[in-house]
């Protein structure tokens, strides 16, 4: 019992770091020097390969080690920090494009049906095109990232990699949830907790 108990303990422990290490990672990356925000990236990266690679209480090393060494060993790398916005977000971008494929299900489309046994020809064609505008808010996202970061302007850029691609994620899931309870509401609806509960559980990189 104690064990578990422990156990239980040292997960909770662990996924609060991983939550610290990537709240803090925008403001750190807007206001602090480049390389105290290569450090703390550096932190997140080795964080997640644990998360994924090492399963004993070695991985709690990881990041801080990561961390300590790009900050005192690396030699400056400023243009690192334009890599992950734009990565990040053709990722996700792939990720609900891919879906939009012939004869694959949107995954918008997935998400609902975790809420409704199944899905009526309007909630299908909206669920389409909610993954098709996710898909193209990333896109648009990575493009201008891109361009901010090419053109010279650091302050613009952090303002919108650091600030406002969150703010627009954030408006577009919680808009479209209100506007959602409104057109269906006839309809069963998650809480904005819940759906996000729904996309840990969803087999994103499913074929």
């Keep these: 019992m104690r064990r578990n108990a422990a156990s239980s303990l040292a997960a ?4 609060l770091l991983g939550l ?3 709240a803090s990672y925008p403001a750190v990356a807007h206001f602090a020097t480049p390389m105290t925000a290569l450090a703390v990236l550096a932190a ?4 997640l390969l644990a998360a994924l690679w090492i399963r004993n209480p070695l991985r709690w090393l990881t990041p801080p080690v990561a961390g300590g060494a790009v900050y005192w060993l690396a030699p400056p790398a400023e243009w690192l920090l334009f890599v992950p916005p734009i990565v990040i977000n053709l990722a996700l971008a792939w990720v ?3 879906t939009l494929l012939r004869g694959r299900m949107p995954l918008i489309s997935r998400f609902a049906l975790m809420e409704q046994a199944t899905l009526s020809p309007e909630v299908a064609a909206y669920t389409r095109l909610l993954t098709w505008l996710w898909t193209l808010l990333f896109v648009a996202a990575a ?3 891109l361009v901010l970061a090419l053109s010279g302007h650091r302050d613009a850029w952090s303002l919108f990699t650091n600030l406002i691609n969150y703010l627009l994620v954030g408006a577009l899931f919680l808009g479209e949830f209100a506007y959602r309870r409104v057109r269906f509401r006839n309809y069963r609806h998650h809480s904005p907790l819940q759906l996000l509960r729904n996309v840990r559980r969803a087999k994103l990189f499913e074929r």
Excluded at 44 to 47: Q, R, T
């Design 20 to 22: 610290c290490l990537f």
């Design 143 to 145: 493009a201008i990232s």
């Design 12 to 15: 909770g422990a662990w996924r």
């Design 44 to 47: 997140l990266i080795a964080y």
């Design 96 to 98: 609900f494009g891919r």
